[in-house]
């Protein structure tokens, strides 16, 4: 085999790429070799097809709203993220993730009246709680401490909880559950079984919340299954959907934003200064930088094209599979000079750590909100918080979907 | 400056109301963006040009005029 189809094999670049152990914070530079060179090229993904991958900046963002661009993973040629993926896509019920156009919007528009900035500021006391409940553990407890288990995870998982109105005592078994379904290398057997769990104890919830409705979001989902508008099925998924989306992705950024924030010794005094000031716009800056530095989806979101599209001195084909690349987008230097530096002045919201277009994260306000408070309140607290074992000893997350820390060991 | 919103796209993201309050909120319902000022005051006009540049569903126009 040494004929032309095996060189183009050879030459087409595997994704996703894989991490510099010594830049755990950098996109793979696999990956940014490509971006340098034109803002989208072919790659080749896990079942052997060449979909395209997108990493410049406004490429990204040109892509994300174009409605040629289509999210529905039924699609042929739709780029799956795994095999257990595909072969689930004929189980998996119509949901915001995989609809476009009206039909998106519908879904979307269920989910939106619990994350809008009103309801977000409402939950914050209930955030700072949380927070502070969890820093006094730390607070008495011995050191070195683990900041994932004592302080990222369990606190937008208890957010979320109390969102969808999911009773305390219930919180490990969620947990459990939701971080089962987004192992990249996940068997199809553990996922389903997890999946199933996870909608088996939503269906109770839900019937448990029609006949008794409290002021929280699987509420609001058992008065649409009751008018009609959601089968039950439907409202299961929405609400597995919340808790998927919303518990580890925020758990990866505050665990991973710790991280940057300590990882040189000598500069983590001047990095945590803003969020013991008093200038919530620079707080909330410093987040937006952390957000465009760490993009924390970092294994692309996926899409298909429905008819032919120009782009970038490029033709990307109707149905071709399409990655769109966060983190490379968010180090694109045209946009964000010098994207390298971890600078928490520059300006940064224009990010697309949270994607774009009509699909954009709905529910970046409460992750906005929760990183704050958790930032904020943990530097407050804790003046003298340092990593307890060099940046080189922490265990990264290159076998998820969502990149972060498994372990944070600090002292103070 | 005149301030459109299309409510129709509009994604719910809450960009807006998080950059320009006193320009733009959400309905109660579903999180689709209100305009409450359509002719706001200039020394706004960087803000609303940030709040229709982060719009992802690009519902924001700002009109200079």
Request: aromatic share 6%; hydrophobic share 40%.
């Amino acid at each position: 085999m040494t004929d032309a189809t095996t060189i183009a094999a050879t030459a087409t670049p595997q994704y996703p790429m894989s991490r510099d152990g010594r830049c755990p914070f950098a996109p793979p530079p696999e990956t940014m070799a490509l971006a340098a060179e034109r803002p989208l090229s072919r790659v080749r993904i896990w079942d052997g097809s060449t979909p395209w991958l997108i990493t410049g900046y406004d490429a990204v963002r040109t892509l994300f709203s174009d409605p040629r661009v289509s999210v529905d993973d039924h699609q042929p040629g739709f780029p799956h993220w795994n095999e257990m993926m595909r072969a689930s896509v004929d189980h998996r019920p119509k949901s915001v993730f995989t609809t476009d156009g009206a039909e998106h919007i519908r879904y979307r528009r269920i989910l939106s009246p619990a994350l809008t900035m009103k309801r977000v500021e409402a939950l914050a006391p209930v955030a700072q709680r949380i927070t502070d409940e969890h820093l006094d553990a730390i607070l008495a407890g011995p050191q070195p401490a683990d900041l994932i288990e004592g302080f990222a995870l369990p606190i937008p998982s208890l957010v979320i909880s109390e969102l969808l109105g999911v009773p305390y005592e219930d919180h490990a078994f969620f947990q459990q559950h939701a971080t089962m379904g987004v192992d990249r290398n996940a068997t199809s057997d553990a996922l389903a079984e997890g999946a199933t769990e996870l909608s088996k104890y939503l269906v109770r919830l839900l019937e448990t919340r029609m006949a008794e409705p409290a002021d929280d979001m699987v509420s609001d989902l058992g008065k649409r299954v009751k008018n009609g508008e959601l089968s039950v099925r439907e409202a299961t998924q929405l609400g597995t959907g919340m808790l998927i989306a919303g518990h580890e992705t925020t758990a990866n950024m505050v665990g991973l934003g710790i991280v940057a924030l300590l990882a040189e010794p000598d500069k983590i005094a001047e990095r945590t200064a803003v969020f013991r000031g008093d200038d919530d716009a620079a707080i909330a800056n410093a987040v937006e930088e952390l957000l465009r530095y760490l993009s924390i989806i970092h294994t692309g979101q996926r899409r298909v094209a429905l008819e032919d599209i120009e782009i970038g001195g490029a033709t990307i084909r109707a149905g071709d599979g399409i990655i769109i690349d966060l983190a490379p987008a968010n180090w694109d230097a045209t946009v964000f000079p010098e994207p390298e530096v971890l600078d928490l002045a520059r300006p940064a919201r224009q990010h697309m750590a949270f994607g774009f277009g009509p699909h954009q994260c709905v529910g970046q306000q409460l992750a906005r909100a929760e990183m704050v408070i958790a930032f904020r309140t943990l530097f407050r607290r804790i003046p003298t918080l340092k990593l307890a074992v060099d940046v080189d000893q922490i265990p990264f997350k290159n076998d998820r979907l969502a990149y972060g820390v498994y372990e944070l060991p600090v002292t103070w | 400056m005149k301030v459109t919103a299309d409510q129709n796209i509009c994604a719910s993201s809450g960009q807006c109301v998080a950059l320009v309050p006193r320009v733009f909120d959400q309905r109660d319902e579903d999180g689709v963006v209100v305009v409450l000022d359509e002719n706001p005051p200039e020394e706004l006009a960087e803000a609303l040009r940030q709040a229709e540049r982060v719009c992802p569903s690009g519902a924001i126009k700002i009109v200079e005029e």
